[in-house]
C-alpha cells in the first residue's frame, strides 16, 4: 500500500507535488479544499465532523492514495492511516511566488478570473503563515511532523530535501 499525507502552507507546491506523485504512482488523490469549505460567499469552514465524514469515505473507496491539504485539523484524523508525511516548509517569498502562478484551479473557483480576484487576500493569507497560531500554521505544521513517527520528508524548497 502506498498512503502519503502533503502539508505546507497555501502556495507551497501541494497540489503540483500531489498530482505528480498520484500520475507517477496510480494513487488516488485528494485535495481537503474540496471538503474543508461550505460552497458559500464568503467562504465558511464545514463543520469539522462532517468533513472528517467526507474524508472518511474517501479512506474506505481507497487503498493507496495521496492526501494533500494545510488543515492540520483533519489531517490529524488521517496520519493513522498514513505510511509517509512529506512537509513543504518553503519560505514564504516562494509561497507567494508560487501563488502568483498558481494555474486555474476549477474545483475551487468557477473561472480564472474568480480565482485571480482572491489573489490579494490569499498573498496576506500566505504572508501570515509563520505567526498564525490556527490549524494552517507553520507550528501546527510542524507538530504534526515532529509527532509523527513513520517515513517523513521535508521540502525547504522546491529541490531540495532535509
Known amino acids: 500500500m ?3 499525507v502533503i502539508f505546507g502552507n497555501s502556495g507551497s507546491g501541494k497540489s503540483t507535488r500531489a498530482k505528480a506523485l498520484a500520475s507517477d504512482n496510480n494513487l488516488a488523490h485528494f485535495d481537503l479544499d474540496t471538503i474543508a469549505w461550505l460552497p458559500t460567499s464568503p467562504p465558511q469552514r464545514r463543520a469539522i465532523a462532517e468533513s472528517i465524514s467526507l474524508l472518511d469515505q474517501f479512506l474506505s473507496q481507497n487503498n493507496n492514495w495521496v492526501i494533500e491539504g494545510c488543515y492540520s485539523d483533519l489531517l490529524t484524523a488521517v496520519l ?3 505510511e509517509e508525511i512529506i512537509f513543504l516548509n518553503l519560505p514564504i517569498e516562494s509561497c507567494v511566488s508560487n501563488a502568483k502562478q498558481r494555474p486555474w484551479e476549477p474545483h475551487k473557483y468557477e473561472s480564472k478570473a474568480a480565482q485571480d480576484a482572491n489573489l490579494n487576500m490569499l498573498i496576506k ?3 501570515q ?17 515532529s509527532e509523527f ?4 520528508t521535508m521540502f525547504t524548497s522546491n529541490q531540495a530535501s532535509e
Open 2 to 4: 502506498t498512503r502519503v
Open 80 to 82: 493513522p492511516f498514513t
Open 125 to 127: 493569507w500566505i504572508s
Open 129 to 145: 503563515y509563520a505567526t498564525r497560531s490556527d490549524t494552517f500554521s507553520k507550528a501546527a505544521h510542524e507538530k504534526l511532523y
Open 149 to 152: 513517527e513513520g517515513k517523513k
